[in-house]
């Protein structure tokens, strides 16, 4: 009787806190527990490991793009950042690289705490949410990588944030940092070049309905300006110093890879790549790609020489290194290569293919997406509201949906990492208004959970 009333008491004592107790003492709480999960991860079931894979080598790259020394297949943020910390402590720089993005991960909670906050109306669900953010393993592990990865976490979580913020009190500021954000993201890692074409749907969308805003939205507009000229920048130096205008030619190699698997590559003219894949195939198709782009394979033995030979390096990693040293193809022989091979019907067939995987994989995500777009759809023609962060979350995953499956090799979920914040706050919203809805006196909290405060 004595462990039922000290249960009961218990449930009252966290009900209490969770719907009275101040942003402050939650938010302590939550970076409490959070702390320990890590602390008990990090220190006693994987102590000192640092992942470093054929992807980590990769951003060892010596650039100077000052100086016109800029590599073709990976943008400059990570690297950049990597030698900052070199600059400070060249023999610790690793370790302190690593505290840096257990840091930045870690304070992260704090802006999807308010976020969710200021925009889920169940506060059990909200602060879930934010223990769930804090806790997952496949996001606080991101620490240890020696890859942006967990960074682009945080510039989304980062964000997402301003977006709720901008919608709850439009402001200059947050509409210039949400214009501009996305060139630092994009020079992150490349696939945040969809930010370009969701934020300016975005700013488009909110001058058409609220002509009031017109002032703090052109701040957007100019930051989006900025992060457009930028951009353009950046592929403008590629093209002077590597003779290509692109942001990054990574994508080539994941290309290669679709076409060696799916077969496409006997459908073309070229004898000599078709034998060099027929006989490299059989090892590994990465063998055939890294041996008609030995581009890469150059450049990666020379970043693996700047890799700190301390570090435990995961078998990829050697795997890479054996890769025959050939010839460098000429640039228009692989482009050739690829047109003919992509344009064909084996191609076509095999990437939609690739796409209905992709979406039968995350098969909830991509029924609660399409329930929510029937929602929103209902509730903008009936009650004239509409959830704008919901929107700009649901935009960039959908458009990460075709960017990863035609683009990815089978490693989904990584690539979906820079989505997760987004696909956090869809699912938070989806329950936030299934919580509402069981409550037929209280239909009103559920539109209003589909919309914003103007």
């Not at 795997?319 to 228009?332: E, G, Q, R, S």
């Not at 959830?387 to 959908?398: D, H, K, P, R, Y």
């Amino acid at each position: 009787m004595r462990r039922n009333k000290w249960f009961y008491r218990a449930l009252a004592g966290i009900q209490e806190f969770v719907l009275h107790a101040s942003d402050l003492k939650r938010l302590a709480v939550l970076l409490f527990i959070c702390l320990i999960v890590r602390i008990i991860f990090f220190f006693l079931l994987v102590p000192g490991y640092i992942n470093c894979n054929s992807d980590s080598v990769s951003y060892f790259v010596p650039i100077d793009i000052f100086h016109g020394v800029i590599d073709l297949y990976r943008t400059p943020v990570y690297i950049y950042l990597i030698k900052f910390f070199e600059y400070l402590s060249k023999d610790h720089f690793v370790n302190h690289l690593i505290l840096f993005q257990h840091a930045v991960l870690f304070l992260s909670i704090i802006p999807v705490y308010y976020t969710l906050k200021n925009t889920v109306k169940n506060k059990y669900l909200f602060f879930g949410a934010t223990l769930f953010y804090g806790c997952y393993y496949s996001i606080f592990y991101q620490a240890i990588n020696i890859n942006p990865e967990g960074l682009c976490i945080v510039g989304s979580t980062l964000l997402l944030f301003l977006l709720t913020q901008y919608t709850k009190n439009p402001r200059k500021d947050t509409a210039f940092a949400i214009g501009f954000l996305p060139l630092i993201l994009i020079l992150l890692k490349p696939v945040y070049i969809l930010l370009l074409g969701v934020s300016v749907v975005f700013f488009a969308a909110r001058i058409l309905f609220f002509g009031k805003e017109r002032r703090a939205l052109s701040c957007g507009i100019l930051g989006w300006a900025l992060a457009i000229t930028g951009t353009i920048a950046y592929c403008g130096m590629n093209k002077k110093f590597n003779g290509e205008f692109t942001i990054s030619k990574v994508t080539l190699n994941n290309t290669l890879a679709n076409i060696v698997i799916s077969g496409a590559y006997k459908s073309t003219a070229d004898a000599e790549f078709k034998s060099i894949i027929e006989e490299t195939n059989k090892e590994s198709f990465y063998t055939a790609v890294y041996t008609l782009n030995n581009e890469w394979m150059d450049q990666y033995k020379e970043s693996y020489k700047l890799t700190p030979s301390y570090l435990h390096k995961t078998r990829d990693v050697y795997y890479c290194l054996n890769i025959p040293d050939t010839v460098n193809f000429p640039k228009d022989r692989i482009d050739k290569f690829v047109n003919e091979s992509v344009h064909t019907r084996t191609y076509i067939l095999y990437m939609l293919k690739q796409f209905g995987k992709f979406v039968v994989s995350f098969y909830l995500l991509s029924l609660i997406i399409l329930a929510e777009l029937i929602v929103l759809i209902r509730v903008f023609f009936k009650h004239r509201k509409l959830a704008w962060s919901l929107c700009f979350s649901i935009l960039f995953v959908i458009s990460q949906y075709f960017t990863i499956s035609f683009c990815g090799i089978n490693d989904w979920f990584r690539l979906l990492l820079p989505s997760i914040p987004f696909v956090l706050y869809i699912f938070t919203q989806f329950f936030d208004f299934g919580i509402a809805m069981t409550d037929k006196n209280k239909f009103a909290l559920a539109i209003a959970t589909f919309s914003e405060k103007q």
